[in-house]
């Protein structure tokens, strides 16, 4: 069957083959919901850090790695929520079966906001009750997170005329257009109710603005089109990996070149000795070599990831210790600075995808200025010069507090500009990269793979932050990131080598590039 044309059925059942003009609705419905399925999720990733210290007790340190392990755990259950979209349910089933996960969780920490006894005391930690609930509303909504990011994306483009792909590209644009809208309205709105009003009502809007998300993709279930399961993909890459190794030392049989893909037929050649056992197809091959061929692409992205982490944790320790008062004396929120960055890409999105490539068509006759792998790579050096900028503010910084000055907040914008844009530009081009080369029959979980970039870099940044206590302890006078006070830590060079470390990593992807591209 051809996957791509026939494995597509409306809310009826019904058989369909090509995206109508109603496929464009669809679509718009999925970017409306980012906006409020990003705007809970970055209303609680930026400023979360707060709560755990100022409000759970927990230590600096351990409140940043609580943080940033719950962001990867999000980030990597997306592997398993496109899993369950492409083996057992539509990915309009897994977005509303996830968003009813997340919305539970978030539900349970609202309950815990709410009253003071869920809670510990001042001067003391959780107790094991109540640290038992927090953990688990916040895995309850990792869990949801990751099935809705990893189906949601992909099931808007499944409503699109795939041999147009000009329109496809223009829906990862809008669709990060629309996720940097969610993360605005968060930044600015949700996390100003957080920390003047209280976690309650911050916790109380997330939960009502998820649930009318999915109420309106609920709503726009006659409109869509419904990508077919096909099985488990990953049991039948399991399996051609498993009898290419059981006949590694038989002669492959004859493969029909004309049905291989162009870059790929002459990597992974060894995939061919599965074809030996009867039941192993040339597609399920085919599938398995294009799968391998995405992930050295996805592994040179994690690093960039890394950095994005620091966003979430020591940014905004950055900030708490600097001065947030503006002309009539309002403060700004820490985790509100993410809106310098929010606010480019808003203006950025639009000019690329209306101005830009309009430009680039009338006088280059190209269909796109930037191809996503390109765009890729823009970010992953615009990441290290996000660090270097850290690096410069922090140290500042702290010369300024020696003294007992000060610094402006707006010091950290630098660093949030350079990285918000790395994000636009790496996020926006894995996206599409990932959902247009996959096998059809697993675009759900190659979509994933753009999340679980983001996981594994927020991992890794638990990780480096360890060694790099351990190390500094060791060998030097100082821990580079004390347990409280910010003062007396050297953040400027932990950022110092998340920057070198993500020079490298861009040399690193630009040859798996050249290797993909062959």
């Known amino acids: 069957m051809d996957i791509e044309r026939d494995g597509y059925v409306d809310w009826k059942g019904k058989k369909v083959t090509a995206a109508k003009q109603r496929g464009v609705v669809g679509a718009t419905i999925v970017c409306l919901v980012e906006v409020l399925e990003n705007m809970v999720f970055i209303s609680n990733a930026s400023n979360l850090v707060t709560y755990f210290h100022s409000f759970m007790h927990y230590s600096l340190v351990r409140s940043a790695n609580l943080l940033t392990n719950y962001m990867g755990t999000s980030f990597l259950l997306s592997l398993f929520g496109g899993f369950v979209s492409d083996t057992f349910f539509t990915r309009f089933s897994t977005v509303i079966l996830f968003g009813l996960i997340e919305l539970t969780g978030l539900v349970m ?89 209280g976690w309650k009502w911050g916790f109380g809007i997330s939960a009502i603005a998820l649930s009318l998300g999915l109420t309106i993709f609920g709503a726009g279930l006659p409109l869509y089109r419904h990508k077919t399961p096909v099985g488990s993909p990953i049991t039948r890459i399991v399996k051609v990996l498993v009898y290419s190794v059981k006949n590694r030392k038989a002669s492959p049989p004859e493969v029909n070149v004309n049905f291989l893909g162009g870059k790929s037929k002459s990597r992974f050649r060894f995939l061919d000795k599965a074809l030996v056992r009867d039941g192993i197809s040339e597609s399920e091959v085919e599938e398995t070599r294009t799968f391998l061929c995405l992930l050295p692409i996805f592994a040179s992205t994690i690093m960039m990831n890394c950095c994005l982490a620091q966003l979430m944790t020591f940014s905004v320790q950055q900030g708490l210790a600097m001065d947030r008062t503006l002309s009539g004396g309002w403060k700004i929120p820490p985790a509100s600075l993410i809106a310098i960055p929010l606010v480019v890409m808003l203006i950025a999105v639009p000019l690329y995808d209306r101005v830009i490539l309009v430009l680039v068509r009338k006088f280059l006759h190209k269909e796109a200025a930037v191809q996503p792998l390109t765009r890729v790579g823009i970010g992953l050096i615009l990441a290290s010069a996000s660090m270097a900028a850290a690096a410069v503010v922090e140290a500042k910084r702290r010369g300024a507090a020696q003294e007992s000055v000060e610094l402006s907040v707006l010091w950290l914008g630098w660093q949030y500009l350079l990285l918000g844009v790395s994000d636009m530009f790496t996020l926006a081009g894995m996206l599409e990269f990932f959902y247009t080369e996959a096998p059809h029959s697993m675009r759900s979980v190659c979509t994933a793979l753009s999340w679980c970039s983001t996981a594994m870099g927020y991992f890794l940044s638990s990780l480096l932050v360890t060694i790099a206590n351990a190390a500094s302890g060791r060998f030097g006078k100082h821990r580079w990131l004390g347990e409280e006070n910010l003062n007396e830590s050297r953040l400027e060079l932990f950022y110092t080598l998340l920057a070198v470390l993500n020079l490298l990593n861009f040399f690193n992807y630009m040859y798996w590039v050249k290797w993909y591209r062959g």
């Open 109 to 197: 920490l609202t309950i815990q906001a709410h009253y003071e006894r869920l809670r510990p005391v001042q001067g003391k930690g959780p107790s094991s009750s109540q640290a038992t609930m927090l953990y688990a509303g916040l895995y309850a909504m990792a869990i949801g997170v990751g099935g809705v990011k990893a189906s949601l994306p992909a099931h808007g483009a499944d409503q699109l005329d795939h041999s147009n792909q000009r329109l496809v590209s223009t829906f990862f644009n809008w669709f990060f257009f629309c996720l940097c809208c969610g993360g605005m309205l968060a930044v600015t709105i949700v996390v100003w109710v957080q920390d003047n009003v």
